[in-house]
């Protein structure tokens, strides 16, 4: 579902673009990278990543932090997303969702999701993570590692790691 | 069991605007690419209603995470501060029926303690996104209070919004149902409290609405045709029943003053100790012909 945008607002993004988009292979990521340290709910980012390209402008990476799903009974979710600020316009992005758990002091990959969607965020726009639960009694430490790849741009590989939260989800 | 999670809805029959399928339309590719498998959220009241995450961080609730990428670098990194967001839905169907027409469920924060529950601010970006995309006759409110995890709020108490309520038509009279439900033994609200919470409602309301005694509740949630509620459907709700109903007066009917009696009922079960999860609703008791 897309709401359809005024050709005015997609010229003029078009104009703010002109002469500084540099079209390159995007950059592919098979696992995250992510910093942090358990139990923290603090910005954390992984930094050990390259710089971008010129042309991607600005853009938000965007998620939510890990959560039981309202709908599906048992399962946990997580979201992410972006927005396009300043950047080419009509263009996809690969967003990546690493859902995780720590297990003996590691951050171990539950689920990992991927999806071209357009900037925007809302169910249409967005990649899920989820996992289904097991009845196995527990807590345990969550979060999600988020990476987004302005399709056809080299962008920059900073990932956005949410922050931890303790479900009584079973694994 | 779940971790302090808030859920407000707001009901009632929504007839979208004449130019809404000018506007809206399916777009089929944009699952088209996904390396994950189909994604099973996805409607278009879905889609809408997350226009009100971007309205909350306009009023400056910032409610997701992110990263402000500039020019190939970091250039600010945020995580929620007012409330954590969940998930959004609702049911838009142009049947001229009592609808869920949107609800939103999110993370409470506690670490720091805020004080009470963001009820307020969530039912406002919620009923200004539905006035983007049709005209709502409003007809009831529910919300899930995880009592447990809400700070005691020093700085502003309920009471001080009767003069803002008083501020209405003296001649206006409005039907109100108002509900509390909660799961038996967690140490929340029980039948025998609603003499007590009723007088308390009464205090705090200073006039502005007239209150009467306890009615029997109804464990079938029975008798609020201004509701489209199924507490055992939804995820975080089942297992609750009615426990308390009581039937009130206001000067008008707004999702404005819904709140305030959700939240008076909230702030008057705080101070009586009884701090486990409830839903506590406010309808109307007849629904608009």
Redesign the interface.
Known sequence: MRIRTGAAAAALAGLLAVGAAVPAQADSHDTPRPRGTAGSTVNTFDTASRAAGPGVGMFQTMGDNVHFSHTVRGNINAHGWWKNLRGPAGIKAKVTVWLQVKRGGEWKTLTKAAKNVYSGGGSGKRTAAAYKCTYNVGQYDFRSVIDVDLIGYADDSYRKVTPTQRLGCGL | ???P?V?VGLHGVLETYPWFD??????AD??A?????S??????E???L??A??RAGSYGWQT???????????AA????TAW????V?GDWTQDGGVRRLAWL?A?VLT?PPRPGLPVRPIALVLSETLARVGATTFTGLHALLPLQAAGRNTAFHQIELAPWFGMADPDARHEVVVTVSGRPGEGGAVEDDAAALCEAVRERAQGAVDVSAPAPASAAGDGLPGLALDLEQ???T?GMREVIRFDCRTREWSPDIAVWLVELVAEALLEAGRSAPVVVTASLARVPA
């Not at chain 2, 690419?33 to 498998?37: K, T």
């Not at chain 2, 994604?39 to 278009?44: K, R």
């Open positions: 069991m779940f971790p999670t859920v000018r506007v809206v339309k399916r777009d944009s699952d690419d996904s390396d994950a498998g994604d099973a959220e996805g409607s278009v879905e889609e809408l997350f226009l995450v971007d997701v995470g992110g990263l402000l990428h500039e020019d190939g670098r970091v990194a945020h995580d929620p954590a967001h969940e998930e839905g469920g993370g670490d939804a995820v975080h089942q």
